[in-house]
């Protein structure tokens, strides 16, 4: 269903603490990106990987961090300087440039007690 | 910086009757315009897309139009149906920078 899988879909974390959210594609595609879903503020762009071991910021990149060893994963880590992490996630990834199509994850829900 | 900004940010209208949804962007860069539908609890899907060479393109009940010299373009669903409730995004994406820019959203809802 869509060749890209984000795991886990629900997680829990105390305040303080790290956590790394996954993104695996099978599609092949060159490009990922990681979005956060905060309700009446749409996607916003975390950070983004247009090839193997390269990777830009977004416009919230703050208190985040990702990694593109693989060009199949583009881990996410929320680190505990991220004051409001607690938000939905979506991963996504397309073939190249930004002019073709984005295939997104199910989403990861954090949440930070 | 590159912007999208998405209107309304709801929209309810009654079955049968169009829906219109409206973006403008910032970077005259741009040249590629998807809008994706994200029904409750699901991911985001492509519907439909434009690129800065049309200025219309239609399939079946959607249509979206691009004006480059006002740097905005529209979302339009005719005869709408239930199943078209969902929230719509907007974006805006560029060749020179892999990257695509989101509209904040529009919650669509359809009346019966």
């Known amino acids: 269903d869509g060749g890209i899988t984000q795991s886990p879909k629900y997680l829990f974390r105390k305040e303080g603490q790290n956590v790394t959210l996954s993104c695996e594609q099978n599609?092949?595609?060159?490009?990922m990106y990681w979005y956060r879903q905060d309700p009446g503020q749409g996607l916003r762009l975390i950070y983004y990987?247009?090839?193997?071991?390269?990777?830009q910021k977004g416009d919230i990149a703050e208190g985040y961090s990702v990694s593109r060893e693989k060009k199949e994963s583009f881990p996410l880590t929320v680190t505990s300087a991220q004051k409001n992490p607690t938000a939905f996630y979506l991963c996504?990834?397309?073939?190249?440039?930004?002019?073709?199509?984005?295939?997104f994850g199910q989403g990861t829900r954090l949440t930070v007690v | 910086g590159e912007n999208v900004e998405q209107h309304p940010s709801t929209l309810s209208v009654q079955e049968g009757d169009s829906a219109v949804i409206k973006c403008t962007y910032s970077?005259?860069?741009?040249?590629?315009f998807p809008w994706y539908k994200q029904e409750l609890g699901k991911r985001p899907q492509l519907i439909i897309d434009?690129?800065?060479?049309?200025g219309e393109k239609k399939d079946q009940r959607i249509a979206v139009t691009l004006n480059k010299t006002a740097k905005h373009f529209s979302l339009h669903i005719t005869e709408t149906q239930p199943e078209d409730s969902a929230v719509y995004f907007c974006?805006?994406?560029?060749?020179?920078?892999?990257?695509?820019?989101f509209g904040s959203g529009t919650r669509l809802s359809i009346r019966p």
């Open positions: 996504a990834s397309s073939t190249g440039p930004s002019t073709t199509e984005a295939f």
């Open positions: 990987s247009q090839i193997v071991n390269d990777f």
């Open positions: 970077d005259s860069a741009s040249n590629y």
């Open positions: 599609l092949n595609h060159d490009a």
């Open positions: 974006a805006a994406g560029y060749s020179s920078a892999s990257k695509i820019i």
């Open positions: 434009i690129r800065s060479n049309v």
